[in-house]
């Protein structure tokens, strides 16, 4: 007997949602909360707000369990409601400027002082995906981050998959020369690394 | 292969998406060049770091709180569902803007109607007053024949008047002989008054006329009677 697939697995747990188990719910929840916080935790800079759009994207997954369509991944389902909600939150960012109750505090020395640069890899390139234009930073998020196949990164976003293609790809051309400099300043290329593209090889 | 077409697809090829003769094609061009073998391993770095970036943590009561939140959305649901009534309907712009469409024309039609082809207005020719009908001030030809009936060429006022007179007076007489309440029992009069015996009473009390003669605005002399 073969072992079922996720996406057999998402349905089971969806129908058995749609009978108001909350044991599946938890289940699903378990199973996606991270991923979904991986993309939007790094959409959106402050933390609270990523888990609380994480939070809403769950309640709406389940307010709308029984309009749930059968022929979509159920994954691509939730992604694009986690999409959406962030986007909402990021519009309503540029309407309304926050500002944290510290950062009205007299710190002006500290702000004077250069910010210290990353030392390490992934802060480098977290810090530099936080730089990319929204579009490239979705696509990049969704495909090499989360690592969804082309074709649900493409039905997440709506858009069509060579435009994904070519967005993942110009993502990772962006990243690429905001980090060369910065890499090679601080000598970030690792032996392994160069042992990595000897593999290549 | 030369260096430009690498570069195009050195990311794909870093990120494992590249198969087949390309795939080939890359590698032996990156055996032989420096720059692009740099080139890859930004690429490759990147990717090995992307991996490694550690993902945002979420609470570890996060499930506990949903699952409280959503407890709250099912109380509210099955608490509401029963007392509220249904919402009341959006408002279809789909089908309320034809609507309006064609009420607009037809208030555009009705206007264009009402002003009429020389550009006058209906409305303002209906607001003008019509004239005063004062014809009841001068004396008009009697076109009804029921009414001109028992009316000679020599109908005055005077003369009316004087009739009517004489009618009060024998109402009166008939009243002080027989009493108001006598006069009439289911429509008919009583004892000895009959039409004919209003006729002698009305015939007796016939004034007396006094006939002058008077100039016509013409100059001649006419003659007239007055009561």
Known sequence: MTKPT??????????????????????????????????????????EEAEDIVQETFVRVYQHRQSFNFQHCLSTWIYTIGLNLARNELRKRKRFKFHEISEMKGNEKELAVEPKLPSRLPELLSEAVDTLPRKYREAFLLRDIDELPYEEVAKILNVPLGTVKSRVNRARLMLREKLQPRMEEQNALSKSTLLAVSGLL | MRCRKVRSLLSAACFDELDGRRLLAVREHLSNCATCRHEASLYTSIKQTSRELRAPKLADDFNVRLLNRIAQERFHETRTRAFLPHRAPRLA???????????ALVVVVAVGVMMGPGGESLVSRATVPAPLDDSYLTAQPLRNPNVARGMNGDWSLTRQVAAAERLDRISHQLVDRHG????????????????DSIQELYNALQPGSRVYRARSTSGAWEENSAY
Do not use: C
Request: proline share 3%; no cysteine.
């Open chain 2, 93 to 103: 712009w789909r089908v309320v803007a034809p609507a309006m469409a064609a009420t």
């Open chain 2, 180 to 195: 108001f309440a006598g006069m009439y029992t289911g429509g008919s009069l009583v004892r000895n008054v009959t039409p």
């Open chain 1, 6 to 47: 996720e996406k057999e697995t998402d349905f089971i747990l969806m129908r058995a949602i749609q009978k108001g188990d909350m044991v599946a719910f938890d289940t699903m929840v378990s199973r996606y909360k991270d991923r979904l916080m991986n993309v939007i935790g790094r959409m959106l800079a402050s933390h």
